[in-house]
């Protein structure tokens, strides 16, 4: 049901915000920020691409996890600026800044069971373990157990 409301939202918005910025600043300024914005989601994805290529040539000198998160920002922000609006474009701009990346990558994080792996090999025989944590649903601020409360 939430998605089906975000797509008959999302559109009424755009439509009301084109409405009010082409009344604002004119029909053809209106239309040149949209073309514009769109050139600059094709610019962000034919630069992460390009990006992507050059971590994999020069080798990865980042965390793996950290290239996935930027890139997949970066891809989404230059999908949401081609879109056709301005709250699609807002987003795609909000997207682009480092600290609400982290902000985010940190809340999904929080939500998410994390896995870990070891592996050694000796001769012919790999061994391994693995731990799964999940989250814990409260969090630590609203933990029963927790003293601070």
């Known amino acids: 049901m939430p998605v089906l409301l975000l797509f008959i939202l999302m559109p009424l918005i755009e439509i009301a915000l084109f409405i009010a910025v082409g009344g604002q600043i004119g029909v053809a300024a209106t239309l040149a920020l949209i073309v514009l914005s769109t050139l600059a989601g094709f610019a962000i994805l034919r630069g992460q691409q390009t990006r992507a290529l050059a971590m994999m040539q020069g080798g990865l000198r980042v965390q793996p996890g950290t ?7 970066r891809s989404l922000s230059g999908i949401l ?3 056709p609006g301005f ?22 994080g ?14 012919d025989v790999v061994e391994g373990d693995y731990t799964v944590r999940e989250p814990d649903p409260l969090g630590p ?6 003293a601070r409360h």
């Open 67 to 73: 290239f996935l998160a930027e890139g997949a920002f």
């Open 81 to 83: 600026l081609i879109l």
């Open 87 to 108: 709250l699609t474009d807002a987003l795609g701009l909000v997207l682009l800044f480092p600290p609400l990346q982290r902000a985010i990558v940190r809340g999904i």
């Open 110 to 123: 929080a939500r998410a069971g994390v896995v870990s792996v070891r592996t050694w090999q000796q001769d």
């Open 141 to 146: 601020e609203r933990r029963l157990d927790d």
